[in-house]
């Protein structure tokens, strides 16, 4: 079946002129300006959206991003309609994140790791490419799609064991859509899947409770443990490089004002501008995966 990725988003940037970002560096004159900043530091990496367009998953904000409107953790939980609806499409959509291969970005951040220049990285992805690129010390500050948990007795299943059940209970589900039906996928391993009324969900075989894919939904807040974890990695570190972000939500945003409260110096790298362009030390806007590979060489990874 031919495949359209959607150009996932939340609408056109209200400033025209926001891609590229006029007031930031271009590659050739960042690189040397990071390099000054980052070398023999000890370097924690944030991530976004904008790490994965190279393996073939869109973004949420990028040029092209189009509106949409992602389901809310309040309409999850409060209508079996809605979850019915959510997880006919996800059960098709979960596949197309889980085939994504780690591009040069993943591995040039894996690489500086091994290196001993990256000490930890909190992304903001769901897609758990850093683990695949080998990266160890990573934060996945939204969860991953890998993994489903129980909402009421904390219960989780491996996402693969969830959809056996989900295709027992709706046999023949999907056949009805033509070959040569454009699917448009989006990063959170939403599908459009039309037909999704007699889609059947599978409850909690531990407590009946409702299962909801591990990852933190828009109207839910990032989990404690995982915000204190990704703290620390900040708080090791000298210096703080984010990568493909728009930093537009607070969830990210926060690490970046953590860093610049107490002085360290922010790197920037992105694709139009950023939620959090003041508080950057230094502002790349450049291709990601190419910026990160040159960068890596010249840190010796």
């Known amino acids: 079946m031919p495949l359209r990725v959607i150009r996932a988003g939340y609408g056109s940037p209200e400033r025209p002129d926001a891609f590229p970002d006029p007031d930031a560096l271009d590659a ?45 953790y309040q309409e999850f939980m409060g ?18 994140v889980d085939a994504a291969e780690p591009n040069a970005a993943h591995t040039a951040i894996a690489r500086m790791e091994s290196a001993g220049v990256v000490q930890g ?8 490419l850093h683990e695949k690129a080998g990266t160890v010390e990573v934060v996945d500050l939204h969860g ?19 959809s056996r059940y989900l295709d027992e209970l709706n046999p023949g589900s999907y056949d009805g859509m033509a070959a040569g039906t454009d699917i448009e996928y989006a990063p959170d391993a939403d599908a459009t899947v039309e037909e999704t009324e007699g889609f059947r969900v599978w409850d909690c075989p531990v407590c ?55 002085g360290k110096p922010v790197v920037i790298v992105n694709h139009g501008t950023t939620g959090a ?25």
């Open 277 to 301: 362009d003041a508080l950057a030390t230094v502002k790349v806007d450049a291709p990601v995966d190419e910026f990160l590979t040159d960068l890596g060489l010249l840190l010796g990874a």
């Open 121 to 128: 990285v909190i992304t903001q992805n769901i897609d758990r």
């Open 28 to 72: 050739r004159a960042g690189l040397p300006a990071a390099v000054e900043l980052l070398e023999g530091r000890r370097v924690a990496v944030l991530t976004g959206a904008g790490m994965s367009t190279r393996s073939g998953i869109p973004d949420y904000r990028g040029p092209d991003a189009r509106p949409r409107n992602p389901m809310t």
């Open 79 to 96: 209508s079996v309609g809605n979850r019915r609806h959510y997880w006919a499409r996800n059960q098709y959509g979960w596949r197309f």
């Open 208 to 262: 009946q409770g409702v299962l909801k894919p591990d990852v933190v939904f828009f109207g839910e807040n990032a989990p404690a443990e995982k915000v204190a974890l990704s703290r620390r990695i900040v708080e090791r570190a000298d210096v703080l490089l984010v990568a493909g972000s728009s930093l537009t939500v607070n969830s990210g945003r926060r690490f970046v004002r953590q860093a610049a409260r107490v």
């Open 144 to 162: 991953t799609y890998a993994w489903v948990l129980c909402t009421a007795c904390g219960s989780r299943f491996p996402r693969e064991q969830v």
